[in-house]
């Protein structure tokens, strides 16, 4: 984050508050993981989201502005198609700051509560990105019940098989709980 960037922050009400976020997100993250940085955003997304389960699609939007990560609207949904636009100051203030922004967070939090909520397989991509608007279209492209339902008892499996020949690592593995 340059001098710039920090004033620019500091001066606005509504994003001053999120400084410690933005330096951590934009900042710190981009240069320790450099270019697997959105890969693991968005995989990253998906584990918060496994940590914080939807009952319904209509709750994404609430959470995203109680975590502070913008106005999230859904703009259009078909059977195979979710289209969603966040926006708000803090995705403003992101996109004309930041040369390399990053919203895989975002979609990796939208892609997985839909799953959950549709019981449906999704997966979310980071569509057009608007400096004048100050938004960003994220799109979820969903599966059919069959695959989620396979994907689900393949990600069970794999949870409770063991890692290794050890017999401490084995028993550890078995008692774990199968994630929901």
Do not use: C
Request: proline residues 4%.
């Amino acid at each position: 984050m340059d001098s710039q960037t920090y004033k620019d922050f500091l001066t606005d009400s509504t994003v001053a508050p999120l400084l410690g976020q933005e330096m951590l997100r934009d900042d710190l993250l981009p240069a320790l993981l450099g270019n697997k940085v959105h890969e693991l955003s968005y995989w990253a997304g998906k584990r918060l989201a496994r940590s914080h389960q939807l009952k319904q699609l209509d709750d994404l939007p609430t959470f995203f502005t109680q975590f502070k990560l913008g106005n999230l609207k859904k703009t259009k949904q078909t059977n195979t198609e979710i289209l969603w636009l966040l926006n708000g100051p803090i995705v403003a203030s992101r996109i004309s700051h930041v040369e390399d922004i990053d919203f895989y967070l975002e979609a990796g939090i939208i892609a997985q509560n839909i799953g959950y909520a549709l019981k449906l397989p999704a997966e979310a991509q980071v569509g057009k990105i608007s400096k004048a608007k100050g938004s960003v279209v994220i799109a979820t492209q969903l599966g059919n019940a069959n695959d989620y339902r396979s994907s689900i008892n393949e990600v069970e499996l794999e949870l409770i098989k063991p890692e290794s020949n050890n017999q401490d690592s084995a028993t550890e593995n078995q008692n774990k709980k199968p994630m929901e």
